[in-house]
Every structure is written in structure tokens, then in C-alpha cells.
DNA sequence: TTGTGTTTTATTGCCTCC
DNA sequence: GGAGGCAATAAAACACAA
């Protein structure tokens, strides 16, 4: 971890805190801004700290007060974590520069960048499963309904038949067999995916090719090893969030693959598989 | 204006890697 | 052991309803 000292900018009315390695910290400089990037005083760089005392950017800031980035430093450090979010010395450096910053704040932008973006990976995760929980609940209840109607049409095809029978010779019966609707397993309970959606080659992995399709806007964070058999979007597909960043994997990355996958390597499993 | 919830900036402590 | 990453957290800044 970084330790040392943060001066305050004046120029940006950034890096107003004075850093001291020891846990203390102070701020210095400027008055607060009304919103951000409205700066109330331009005044040069400083970096020695005896300039911090200086009583015209000492007097009337209190000294525990933050600065927010200004908008075009944000949009410069997002369009950075765009390419790359993570940050190489060199480059923090050149960024720090660039900004007028310290490469200190810089770092902690990125840092606390990160946490947000797998934020909102993780919601986005959550949105996902929360999808294909709610189809697969779906499809759960029409193959009920079916198989309820065909029960029904057994029962009286039964009945009409023992009625002939009656008059009739009797004839071998023919046990029809048909799925007891006990066995199909709610997803609410007890679901055991991989026995009915399994990758293998009989294809039947296809769920319902008229139920909404499972597209990601971005990569899920889900990890692969521990949550094996879990549903997950396409490795590799972008999000506004995550643009550009490399290992901005989702959490669910490499679990399962969707519709645009299959799309794109013409095999026509229907929208997901497990892997 | 004020209370309250959210966002942003920064710190701390722990962990991993080299 | 130092550097850097992350989670948890603090606190200032901000937004907004009452």
C-alpha cells in the first residue's frame, strides 16, 4: 500500500489532503465547491508541505474537508478504466500527471472503481438467475398443465375402452405410460439440473426456445468452480460497465453459455447449456 | 432549512505475490 | 518484506423530499 504525503492542487482543487502515513490525515486548501468541478479559486500546484501552511490556502478551509473530482478528471479516469482496470504503475503516474492529481488518488479511484463496477456486476448477476429461475419455473408449469391434460385424456380413453369392453371380448390391456407428474421435480425445491438439462449430445439441454432469451449485457463474476452447474451468460460479452476491462469477467464467467454464443457458432442447442 | 439516504473519496487492515 | 489488491468502513459531498 502507497503511504506518504497528499497535497492539496489548487489548480484542480484536487489532492486536499495532506496524508501522513500514519493513519493521520489532513485536508488543506480550498473553500468547498457549490458542485462538482466549480472551483472557487485557481491556485498552482504545490508540493512541499511547509506551502500548506501557508495561510492563504490555510485560513478558511477547515482541515478535514474532501474534494471531489472535478467532471472531466472523472470522465478522463472512466475512459482509462475503460481500456484497463487495473493500474500499472507507469500508467498511474501518467494519469496522476495528467490530472493533476496524486498518483495516490488515482489508485484510490481505480480501487474504489472496481468495487463499483463488481457492484453492479454482481446485481446484474442476480437479474440473471433471477431470469432463468423465473423461466425455468415457467416451463416447469406448462409441462405440468401437459401432462395433467394427458392424464386426463388417458383416464377417459380408459374409460370409453373398458365400457366396449364390456360388451366385447376382453382384451390384453396396454399400460399407457406416462411421466407421473411427481417425478417432474419443482425448480423450487430440490432441483437437480444437470439430471434434466444435461450437455449431452441428445440436446437436451434446450429448455424452451420460445422463452426469453438469456443474453447478458456483461460478464458475470459468478465464480465457475463454485457454483458448477449454475447458469451463466456468455464469457466475454461487454457491459457498459465493464467495457474494455479484461478481467472484468462476470462472477459467472465460463459456467453457462447463452443464445448469442450459440448464434454465433451456429449450434442450435436451444438458449443455454450446462457446462 | 433540515433530515435522510446515496455516492464518492479516502483510510485501515489483512492477504497474496514476488 | 514491500507492493498492490480487496473488503470493510468512515466521513464529506451531494440529492431530494417534507
Not at 385424456?153 to 373398458?162: I, R
Not at 420460445?210 to 460479452?237: H, K, R, T
Not at 460497465?241 to 457458432?265: I, K, L, P
Request: hydrophobic share 30%; with cysteine; proline share 5%.
Amino acid at each position: 500500500m502507497e503511504s506518504g504525503r497528499l497535497f492539496f492542487n489548487p489548480s484542480t482543487c484536487q489532492g486536499n489532503m495532506l496524508y501522513l502515513g500514519n493513519g493521520e490525515s489532513f485536508f488543506r486548501g480550498a473553500r468547498t465547491m457549490n458542485s462538482m468541478g466549480e472551483t472557487s479559486k485557481k491556485r498552482p500546484f504545490f508540493s512541499l508541505p511547509e506551502e500548506l501552511y501557508d495561510e492563504e490556502y490555510y485560513d478558511e478551509q477547515s482541515p478535514e474537508k474532501k474534494r471531489r473530482l472535478t467532471p472531466e478528471q472523472v470522465h478522463m479516469l472512466e475512459k482509462s478504466f475503460e481500456t484497463e482496470n487495473k493500474l500499472e504503475p507507469e500508467r498511474k503516474t501518467q494519469l496522476a500527471k495528467k490530472l493533476g492529481l496524486q498518483p495516490r488518488q488515482v489508485a484510490v479511484w481505480f480501487q474504489n472503481r472496481r468495487a463499483r463496477w463488481k457492484t453492479k456486476q454482481l446485481e446484474r448477476d442476480y437479474d440473471l438467475l433471477k431470469s432463468s429461475y423465473d423461466s425455468l419455473l415457467a416451463n416447469y408449469d406448462s409441462i405440468v398443465k401437459d401432462n395433467e391434460k394427458l392424464k386426463s385424456e388417458v383416464a377417459s380413453l380408459t374409460e370409453k375402452l373398458q365400457a366396449k369392453d364390456v360388451t366385447a371380448e376382453p382384451v390384453v390391456s396396454q399400460k399407457v405410460e406416462l411421466c407421473p407428474v411427481e417425478t417432474v421435480s419443482s425448480p423450487q425445491f430440490n432441483v437437480k439440473v444437470e439430471d434434466r438439462l444435461s450437455t449431452g449430445s441428445a440436446g437436451s439441454a434446450v429448455v424452451d426456445e420460445d422463452a426469453p432469451q438469456l443474453v447478458d449485457s456483461g460478464d458475470s463474476y459468478f465464480p465457475n468452480d463454485e457454483y458448477p452447474g449454475c447458469v451463466c451468460p456468455i464469457d466475454g460479452a461487454q457491459s457498459e460497465e465493464d467495457d474494455g476491462s479484461d478481467d472484468g469477467r462476470s462472477y459467472f464467467s465460463n459456467v453457462f453459455t447463452a443464445t448469442e454464443h450459440e448464434q454465433q457458432h451456429e449450434e442450435p442447442s436451444g438458449w443455454w447449456v450446462w457446462s
